[in-house]
T-cell receptor, first 117, second 119 residues
Framework: GAGVSQSPSNKVTEKGKDVELRCDPISGHTALYWYRQRLGQGLEFLIYFQGNSAPDKSGLPSDRFSAERTGESVSTLTIQRTQQEDSAVYLC???????????????FGNGTRLTVT | AQSVTQLDSHVSVSEGTPVLLRCNYSSSYSPSLFWYVQHPNKGLQLLLKYTSAATLVKGINGFEAEFKKSETSFHLTKPSAHMSDAAEYFCVVSILSWNYGGSQGNLIFGKGTKLSVKP
């Protein structure tokens, strides 16, 4: 079966432009996470979706960042008016979530490498 | 408060020698614990997980980890390193949502340990 798919794999954009990153989770996975990974750094939590519950947006670094998810399918992460410090790899992961118990492992996509020039 | 500490940011070993990557956690509740591996330019892949069954957990690629409640540790080991093991390794704690408030999707990531393997 297909894993978590992220697109584009690479994105170069000019400072001030908006970008949209896409994540296709594994079918049936109710939980979806977005993380940011700066060069040589660990994972920084951004946002978490669980089914139809209100998302946990506590990790979004500023109001330029937003994310949407339609039901239990595709999610998009949008960054408005990009800045150079937004340059990073953005990783998406999905899991069975509460449907599979709290210890369901995450399945990660390969990430989108964003470069803001 | 819940936390995860990976004690070494970088570990270097020679091929064929043992690997030890250390992880300590702090949790008021019974956690699930995971180790993930990230190869360059890739997403993270699950190595193994502990979910309160056996305290010694075997994972993929010859890795294993032992849950020690008294030491609040979950160190990752491998008897003999291979060049292909060179990667970054993340220790992760998962907490029951209704005990942790559901923040961050119940997951806490360590900062990662970069493993280098010398020929």
């Amino acid at each position: 079966g297909a894993g978590v798919s992220q697109s584009p794999s690479n994105k170069v954009t000019e400072k001030g432009k908006d970008v949209e990153l896409r994540c296709d989770p594994i079918s049936g996975h109710t939980a979806l996470y977005w993380y940011r990974q700066r060069l040589g750094q660990g994972l920084e939590f951004l946002i978490y979706f669980q089914g139809n519950s209100a998302p946990d947006k506590s990790g979004l670094p500023s109001d330029r960042f937003s994310a949407e998810r339609t039901g239990e399918s595709v999610s998009t992460l949008t960054i408005q008016r990009t800045q150079q410090e937004d340059s990073a790899v953005y990783l998406c992961a999905s899991s069975l979530g509460v449907r599979g118990s709290y210890n369901s492992p995450l399945h990660f996509g390969n990430g989108t490498r964003l470069t803001v020039t | 408060a819940q936390s995860v500490t990976q004690l070494d940011s970088h570990v270097s070993v020679s091929e064929g020698t043992p690997v030890l990557l250390r992880c300590n956690y702090s949790s008021s509740y019974s956690p699930s614990l995971f180790w993930y591996v990230q190869h360059p330019n890739k997403g993270l892949q699950l190595l193994l997980k502990y979910t309160s069954a056996a305290t010694l957990v075997k994972g993929i690629n010859g890795f294993e980890a032992e849950f020690k409640k008294s030491e609040t540790s979950f160190h990752l080991t491998k008897p003999s390193a291979h060049m292909s093991d060179a990667a970054e390794y993340f220790c992760v704690v998962s907490i029951l949502s209704w005990n942790y408030g559901g923040s961050q999707g119940n997951l806490i990531f360590g900062k990662g340990t970069k493993l280098s393997v010398k020929p």
